[in-house]
């Protein structure tokens, strides 16, 4: 019998629905028998096709308090990952600041989302937080002996891909390490089931802007509720969950709605009902982009980060150029005065998809395993 080489994926934790996440279980596609090693992994929080995965655990997962709360362990983080064992021959590391120091057997692939935000972008990842809030606090004093670990631990992989050129650059800032850029695929596929939404069946007469991000501080989601405060004749729902979710929720006009815990088919009915998407974060990637570009919906995006790898202005979306409610307002109506192709927009989601996405990680695994070199300054080939 042939041994074929062991492929392992790692991530940070398994607690939520968002980009990352679903560039894992494209990961998982791409090994279907490689088993997935995370800190924490909460079944409830995170998409139910993990379910049907070998899923592999350090003993913080067994804390319910941490499952429903990851950023409770950030003291225990660095030495849980350090004791986490990889037993693979190429270990895929899905990381934005922990899975990149797992222990490992055999070779690591990094393919890196962001350097860890709260040591290196952490203004933007605390927001309004005060100084006396317990994570800042907390960051405060572990600060600098987690950046140790953290460089050490991008140290030891042996090669490292980066998910856009925002990220490209931190990685070099951060770490001193070249990384290529590998655009991840649209995660949600447009074929796939709908099921219309309850809180929103009332909406469905006309389409409605739309925001998909996780309610965190530095997403600016409240920028895109004040825009539309001064649009009442306009409608903006907000698909996403996080700890902005009650100050969000109590700050909306009347004329935005936030929904929580969307299923994949209830994000397809919603997409296939919107008329635009209103993308106001810093983000690593501009996944939601394709998303919707993918619906035939055109975007208006910050200029800014990720959305610089997947925007083309007035092909599939428009810019504005700082993150307020001005400037949304006036893109929209940009937006609103220019005429899209649903054809156009669809073909510019192509070009980012799964096939070429998961045939460049493979590639980049069997030259980790041959000990070939197969960089490449583009992104991969769709």
């Known amino acids: 019998m042939t041994n074929r080489p062991r492929v392992a994926i790692a991530h940070d934790y398994l607690t939520q629905r968002g980009g990352a996440e679903r560039v894992v279980l494209a990961l998982s596609r791409a090994f279907p028998e490689a088993p997935i090693y995370t800190t924490i992994y909460d079944p409830e929080g995170t998409f139910p096709d993990f379910a049907d995965r070998e899923i592999v655990t350090s003993p913080l997962s067994r804390i319910p308090a941490l499952r429903h709360d990851h950023r409770r362990a950030l003291p225990l983080l660095a030495p849980v990952s350090s004791r986490l064992r990889v037993d693979a021959d190429v270990t895929v590391a899905s990381s934005s600041g922990w899975a990149h120091g797992f222990a490992t057997t ?209 092909r599939s979306g428009v810019f504005f150029d700082e993150p307020t409610p001005a400037a949304v307002g006036a893109a929209l109506d940009r937006a609103q005065q220019h005429t899209w192709s649903e054809g156009a927009l669809r073909r510019h989601a192509d070009g980012f998809g799964e096939v070429g996405f998961a045939a460049r990680i493979r590639a980049e695994v069997d030259a980790l395993l041959e000990g070939r070199d197969v960089s490449s300054p583009g992104p991969a080939a769709s």
Do not use: M
């Open 106 to 314: 055999g070779r690591t692939l990094v393919y890196c989302h962001n350097p860890a935000r709260w040591l290196y972008q952490a203004d933007e990842y605390l927001g309004d937080a005060g100084r006396r809030s317990p994570t800042r606090l907390a960051l405060g004093v572990l600060t600098t002996p987690l950046r140790r670990w953290d460089r050490r631990a991008a140290a030891r992989a042996d090669r490292y891909l980066a998910n856009s050129g925002v990220v490209r650059e931190r990685v070099a800032r951060a770490y001193g390490i070249e990384a290529d850029v590998v655009p991840p695929p649209p995660g949600l596929d447009s074929s796939g089931p709908q099921e219309a939404h309850p809180e929103l069946a009332a909406w469905a007469d006309r389409p409605f802007w739309l925001v998909v991000s996780r309610l965190l501080p530095y997403k600016n989601v409240d920028v895109a509720l004040e825009a539309f405060r001064g649009r009442p004749g306009e409608r903006l729902v907000v698909v996403g969950a996080g700890p902005e979710r009650d100050r969000l929720v109590a700050a909306a006009p009347d004329n935005v709605r936030i929904v929580s815990g969307v299923s994949d088919a209830e994000l397809r009915w919603i997409y296939a009902h919107a008329g635009g998407l209103v993308a106001p974060s810093f983000e690593d990637f501009g996944l939601t982009p394709l998303e919707a570009n993918a619906w035939g919906v055109p975007v208006v995006a910050l200029r800014a980060g990720g959305y610089l790898d997947t925007v083309v202005e007035g």
